[in-house]
């Protein structure tokens, strides 16, 4: 990885950056996971699971992004603009075992600005009619620890089923979905602003 890790005791490493190794690795993972929390002590937190379809990008040497597809909850986008708290999670399933954890600060960049436009050039084309939004991720802290505990399984393919979910739906039907179940968190802080 370089000479830019420093040890965090045990088998742990952080990083001063994302080098083009930790960069190539993180984009060939087929899943992720991104946890956020509400600031509210009582406020529920979320962890979702995110399929990888050349749908992560390393944007910058500290900068990350994802896309965002439409889903029954909006917690990450909530969550993140209500204080910006953010880890996307990887781990490897096969090959040697590794967990890397990119901490930092999201932003939602809705589908309808310049901004989402931009970014989308990272994608490889794959930003689809469910895609809401990008979620972009200033990263302050960029570590890994061994995964000896994670199991390794064998990845036969992704879903297609969001895909076929929103091209029936159409542009028209997914605007209208966000609008029914996207407006507001399950904590009941602004969701998509539609």
């Given at each position: 990885?370089?000479?830019?890790?420093?040890?965090?005791?045990?088998?742990?490493?952080?990083?001063?950056?994302?080098?083009?190794?930790?960069?190539?690795?993180?984009?060939e993972q087929?899943?992720?996971?991104?946890?956020?929390?509400?600031?509210?002590?009582?406020?529920?937190?979320?962890?979702?699971?995110?399929?990888?379809?050349?749908?992560?990008?390393?944007?910058?040497?500290?900068?990350?992004?994802?896309?965002?597809?439409?889903?029954s909850g909006?917690?990450?986008?909530?969550?993140?603009?209500?204080?910006?708290?953010?880890?996307?999670?990887?781990?490897?399933?096969?090959?040697?075992?590794?967990?890397?954890?990119?901490?930092?600060?999201?932003?939602?960049?809705?589908?309808?600005?310049?901004?989402?436009?931009?970014?989308?050039?990272?994608?490889?084309?794959?930003?689809?009619?469910?895609?809401?939004?990008?979620?972009?991720?200033?990263?302050?802290?960029?570590?890994?620890?061994?995964?000896?505990?994670?199991?390794?399984?064998?990845?036969?393919?992704?879903?297609?089923?969001?895909?076929?979910?929103?091209?029936?739906?159409?542009?028209?039907?997914?605007?209208?979905?966000?609008?029914?179940?996207?407006?507001?968190?399950?904590?009941?802080?602004?969701?998509?602003?539609?």
């Open positions: 990885m370089g000479e830019n890790w420093h040890h965090n005791g045990g088998v742990g490493k952080s990083f001063d950056d994302i080098d083009d190794r930790l960069a190539e690795w993180l984009v087929p899943v992720f996971f991104v946890a956020t929390a509400p600031l509210a002590a009582d406020g529920l937190l979320n962890c979702s699971p995110k399929g990888n379809r050349d749908e992560f990008a390393v944007v910058g040497p500290r900068t990350v992004a994802y896309l965002d597809q439409t889903g909006v917690e990450t986008i909530a969550h993140v603009k209500e204080n910006g708290r953010v880890v996307v999670m990887f781990c490897a399933f096969a090959g040697p075992p590794r967990i890397v954890r990119l901490h930092g600060v999201g932003r939602h960049v809705g589908r309808d600005t310049p901004a989402f436009k931009r970014l989308a050039s990272h994608f490889n084309g794959a930003a689809g009619v469910g895609v809401r939004s990008i979620i972009l991720v200033e990263v302050n802290r960029i570590s890994d620890s061994c995964g000896y505990g994670v199991p390794l399984m064998t990845f036969d393919d992704h879903r297609p089923t969001m895909d076929q979910w929103a091209n029936r739906k159409g542009p028209a039907g997914i605007r209208d979905y966000w609008a029914e179940k996207n407006r507001r968190s399950i904590d009941d802080l602004e969701g998509l602003d539609l």
